[in-house]
Nanobody, 125 residues
Framework: QVQLVESGGGLVQAGGSLRLSCAASGRTFNTYAMGWFRQAPGKERDFVAAISRSGGSTGYADSVKGRFTISRVNNENSVFLQMNSLKPEDTAVYYC??????????????????WGQGTQVTVSS
């Protein structure tokens, strides 16, 4: 069983930055492909970014490309999402997810095995 705990959400003005963190339990973090997803009220859960087990491969949704950066530190069991140039449309609950059966998790949320509880990000205009 993998437990994921997100932190770092909050209220920020448009154009500002936030850094989300996700701490994972277990001693095999380097075997988890990781991803970030987000869900706004009344909308489906959308892919934001993904990173491979080693951190060597990353992918982003078009809506955040060039503004968000995903990274991980395996010996700290952590994955991060640096969010710059935030926009009101980035407002959502952000979730960290882990997938254990593949090197790179991809953008489909059904494929991920474990989820955190989410952290709220609110961007004011």
């Amino acid at each position: 069983q993998v437990q994921l705990v997100e932190s770092g959400g909050g209220l920020v003005q448009a154009g500002g930055s936030l850094r989300l963190s996700c701490a994972a339990s277990g001693r095999t973090f380097n075997t988890y492909a990781m991803g970030w997803f987000r869900q706004a009220p009344g909308k489906e859960r959308d892919f934001v970014a993904a990173i491979s087990r080693s951190g060597g491969s990353t992918g982003y949704a078009d809506s955040v490309k060039g503004r968000f950066t995903i990274s991980r530190v395996n010996n700290e069991n952590s994955v991060f999402l640096q969010m710059n140039s935030l926009k009101p449309e980035d407002t959502a609950v952000y979730y960290c997810a882990a997938r254990t059966d593949t090197y790179y998790g991809g953008s489909t949320y059904h494929d991920y095995d474990y989820w955190g509880q989410g952290t709220q990000v609110t961007v004011s205009s």
